[in-house]
């Protein structure tokens, strides 16, 4: 999902001149942890124990790939850091100890890069993702058994404020590359998202299903991690979603038959595969952060059927997010799928996320827009 940005530090040796006032702990440190912690200029603030250590630097995401930073050794096995103003967002980010990737004992983990990570959030400003006085849903898990994957399925399920009393339509939601299904929960505030807008009447009340983005069987996992993978995981989550998934959504829950598709980055080449594969089964596709797999100069579109599209009578609602930050590739890519459609005329919204990178603020700028625009 992103490319990982390895920082470097000056070592000082006064820690005196590293720590400001003014500071407020980040929202991912652990109760009762001051750090990391972050001032009105976006500047943050670490303080890590490791007594043993010769030499440790940080290590992180997209959003903090410009960041310079002091680090000064304490005489008690501290080491502290002051940085730079970071970009506005949520990172991950780690330490290097010695040579060995090492998460931050002070914050949270969260599932990114294939692992649990630490990860910091550095304040924008905007409330709608932050839990108010409304009415709230909420997120249980569900699994069935696969066919196509021979095993097991976990996903979520968001169940709105309202369930019970009606039925609902339902977006199926997808996460990035490194991510698992816990990303939207935990790194992308769903509950919170849509609980406010519901409350605010700017959106319909909806289910979400958070399902994993890998479709693979045991033999295929073995095949090497590129984007032919990639490229036959979506074709087997296709398969998935419309022959397994939402059979059992729509047997189990109190749905209405309608449905949207979206999904961040990788999540949105599988959207856009599925709900392009099956406009007559969605009325409406979420790209956020597009990406394009095994495309050409040619042939853009090889592995992504996007021409089913145009010969369709239902013409799915198609909403395109993007950061304004985000690196070249992702740039291209938006730009080839938003000329293509222009092009055909076809009807699209792009949404550009004013001042962030490849993550999660991003993404959440991106679910906040499209779930307006949805089911209506």
Not at 242 to 260: N, V
Request: with cysteine; charged share 25%.
């Amino acid at each position: 999902m992103q490319k990982l940005k390895i920082i470097t530090a000056a070592l000082v040796f006064s820690s005196a001149l590293l720590f400001s006032q003014n500071f407020r702990t980040s929202v991912t440190a652990k109760d009762g942890k001051e750090f990391p912690r972050i001032d009105a200029n976006r500047k943050a603030e670490f303080k890590v124990y490791f007594p043993k250590a010769k030499s440790v630097t940080i290590e992180g995401g997209d959003g903090m790939q410009n960041l310079s930073y002091d680090a000064a050794e304490g005489t008690d096995g501290f080491w502290s850091f002051s940085t730079w103003p970071l970009e506005i967002g949520f990172h991950y980010y780690w330490f290097n100890v010695d040579g060995k990737r090492t998460n931050d004992p002070n914050t949270e983990l969260y599932f990114g890069y294939g692992q649990p990570t630490s990860g910091i959030e550095i304040p924008s400003g905007e409330d709608f993702f932050f839990e108010k006085n409304v009415k709230h849903g909420e997120i249980i898990e569900d699994s069935f058994d696969s066919e196509i994957t021979k095993g097991k399925r976990n996903f979520k399920v968001y169940l709105p404020p309202n369930y019970g009393t009606q039925k609902f339509p339902v977006l199926y939601l997808y996460h990035g590359t490194g991510e698992d299904i816990t990303g939207w929960e935990r790194q992308g505030y769903i509950k919170n998202i849509l609980d406010n807008l519901f409350a605010d009447k700017k959106a319909t009340e909806m289910i979400v299903v958070m399902d994993y983005g890998v479709a693979l069987t045991l033999e295929q996992e073995k095949l090497p991690d590129d984007y032919q993978r990639t490229v036959l995981s979506t074709k087997n989550l296709d398969k998935l979603v419309t022959q397994e998934l939402i059979p059992f959504i729509e047997k189990k829950y109190k749905t209405s038959g309608e449905k949207a598709i979206a999904g961040l980055s990788r999540g949105s080449y599988q959207a856009m595969f599925i709900g392009a594969n099956h406009p007559e089964l969605f009325s409406a596709i979420g790209s956020f952060s597009p990406v394009i797999y095994e495309g050409t100069e040619l042939q853009p579109f090889k592995e992504l059927p996007v021409e089913n599209l145009l010969r369709s009578k239902q013409k799915p609602f198609f909403f395109i997010g993007i950061g304004e930050k985000e690196d070249k590739r992702f740039a291209e890519y938006n730009t080839i799928l938003a000329n293509y459609l222009n092009e055909n005329k076809y009807p699209f919204v792009q949404y550009n996320s004013a001042g962030t990178y490849h993550e999660w603020l991003t993404w959440r700028r991106c679910l906040n827009e499209f779930a307006q625009q949805i089911f209506k």
